[in-house]
C-alpha cells in the first residue's frame, strides 16, 4: 500500500499480507498507522518516514509478523504500542528507528536485533527472545532508555551513545551479557536491574566519562 508525497493520511484497520514488497509505505508527514496486522510480505514491514521531524509519523497498535525485512522500519516517527515478532531473515531488525522520534511500549521478540535505535526516547518496550541484541543503540547518538524489559536476548542492551542515559531498566537471563557498552562517552548507567545466571551483568569497553550507579547486579 504504497503512500507518499501528500496531506495528512490515516490508515487503520485491516490486514496486510503476501505481498511481494513492503506491505505499508506511508511517506506522509503527520500520517497515521495504526492497528493494522501485517505479515507475510516479501520486502517485509511498515515503511514509515515524515518529511519533517516536526510533523512525525505516528505508528502505533499494530501487530507485524513473519516478514522477509524488517518489522517496522521508520524514519522521524513515532512507534508505540506495536507487537512485532519472528521476522524471517536473520539480517533485519524487528524495529528500526531512525529521527530521534520516540519508540515507547513495544513488545518486540523473534527476530535479530530487537530495536534498533539512532538517538531519542525509548521508553517501556518489552525485549525477548531475540538472537542478537535486545536494543541495540547505535554509536554516536544520543539516548534516554528508561523502563524497558529485555531477557532471553543475546545481549538484553548494546552499542552506545554520548550524553546518553540509560537507567531503571530490568535487563535479566541473556544468554552472554546483561548490558554490553562498546562505545560512546558521557553516559550514565543509574538503577537498573540486571541478572545473569552466565556470562556478565555489565560490561563496558570503547567508552568514556561513563557513571554506572545504584546498580542491582547478579552475574
Known sequence: MPSNFGEQVTISGGAVYDNSQAGIYAHYDDATVEGLQVHGNGQGRIDATAYSSANPVNV???????????????SAATVSDNV????????YDGILNNGGQPVSDNTIY???????????VIQGNLLY????????LSPGFTYT?????????K??????????????????????TGIAITSGTTLSIVNNTVYQSVGQALTLSGASAVTVE?????G
Open 60 to 74: 502505533t497498535d499494530d501487530t507485524v509478523y513473519a516478514n522477509a525485512d524488517y518489522g517496522i522500519n521508520s
Open 145 to 153: 532508555a528508561i523502563g524497558n524489559i529485555a531477557y532471553g536476548d
Open 129 to 136: 527472545d531475540n538472537s542478537g541484541d535486545g536494543l541495540f
Open 214 to 218: 545504584k546498580q542491582h547486579s547478579v
Open 110 to 120: 523473534g527476530s535479530s536485533t530487537g530495536l534498533a535505535d539512532t538517538g531519542g
Open 155 to 176: 545481549v538484553g542492551i548494546g552499542g552506545g551513545g554520548n550524553s546518553t542515559r540509560i537507567e531503571d531498566n530490568l535487563v535479566y537471563n541473556n544468554v552472554t
Open 84 to 91: 512485532v515478532y519472528d521476522q524471517v531473515s536473520t539480517n
